[in-house]
T-cell receptor
C-alpha cells in the first residue's frame, strides 16, 4: 500500500541546534516533493520544493535532500529559533497529476530557548 | 498580493442546514483546490479546478458541491452534512496545474456540524 511517513513523535531541540526532519515514502514515484510549515489553526505555508533529479536544495537556513533510491527526503533547519516551532509537512507530487499533492501527517517541531 | 482569503473563519451548522464556504485569490492563479483537514491529520485533497473547470474530484460525497464562478473565486456548497464532516476546510491556489507548482493556502474555515 502507499504510505508517507514522517516522525510521528514531536521533535524537541535546543535553540541554535540543527533540526532534521524525515519523510519516507512507499509505493510512490514522486516527480517532486515539497515541504510546508503549518502553525496551529492556520493553512500550510510553502517552504521548499525539490525535484526527482535534484539531490539538494537550500534556502537561507533551510536545506532539503531527496534520495529516490532510499525513498526519503530530509529537511534541515540550521541555527534553529523558537519561532521555527511548528508542524512541518512533506508533500509528494507525481508527474502528470494536475499538481495533486499527497501530504504526510507532519512532524511537530518544538525549539526551546 | 500573495494572499488567499477564506470566509467564514468559523461555521457551526446543523445536519439539515445548507451553507457555503468562500475562497478568493487575486494572484491570477488558474488552479484552485479544496482540502479537508482533521485534527492531527494531513490535508486531504477534495477537488481541483483548473481554468475554472473541475479537474479532480477525489470521490467526495455529493453533500459537498464545489463551484468556480470565475478564476478568482471558489465556493464549496454544503448540504446535509454529518458530524464526521467537522474539520478545517482549506482552500489553495497555484499559478497553473502543470506539476511542481507552489500551492498558496488560505487560513481555512473551521466547520462544526452538530
Amino acid at each position: 500500500s502507499q504510505k508517507i511517513e514522517q516522525n510521528s513523535e514531536a521533535l524537541n531541540i535546543q535553540e541554535g541546534k540543527t533540526a532534521t526532519l524525515t519523510c519516507n515514502y512507499t509505493n510512490y514515484s514522486p516527480a517532486y516533493l515539497q515541504w510546508y510549515r503549518q502553525d496551529p489553526g492556520r493553512g500550510p505555508v510553502f517552504l521548499l520544493l525539490i525535484r526527482e533529479n535534484e539531490k539538494e536544495k537550500r534556502k537561507e537556513r533551510l536545506k532539503v535532500t531527496f534520495d529516490t533510491t532510499l525513498k526519503q527526503s530530509l529537511f534541515h533547519i540550521t541555527a534553529s529559533q523558537p519561532a521555527d516551532s511548528a508542524t512541518y509537512l512533506c508533500a509528494l507530487g507525481e508527474s502528470g497529476g494536475y499538481n495533486k499533492l499527497i501530504f504526510g501527517a507532519g512532524t511537530r517541531l518544538a525549539v526551546h530557548p | 498580493d500573495t494572499e488567499v482569503t477564506q470566509t467564514p473563519k468559523h461555521l457551526v451548522m446543523g445536519m439539515t442546514n445548507k451553507k457555503s464556504l468562500k475562497c478568493e485569490q487575486h494572484m491570477g492563479h488558474r488552479a484552485m483546490y479544496w482540502y479537508k483537514q482533521k485534527a492531527k491529520k494531513p490535508p486531504e485533497l477534495m477537488f481541483v479546478y483548473s481554468y475554472e473547470k473541475l479537474s479532480i474530484n477525489e470521490s467526495v460525497p455529493s453533500r459537498f458541491s464545489p463551484e468556480c464562478p470565475n478564476s478568482s473565486l471558489l465556493n464549496l456548497h454544503l448540504h446535509a452534512l454529518q458530524p464526521e464532516d467537522s474539520a478545517l476546510y482549506l482552500c489553495a491556489s497555484s499559478r497553473g496545474n502543470m506539476g511542481d507548482e507552489t500551492q498558496y493556502f488560505g487560513p481555512g474555515t473551521r466547520l462544526l456540524v452538530l
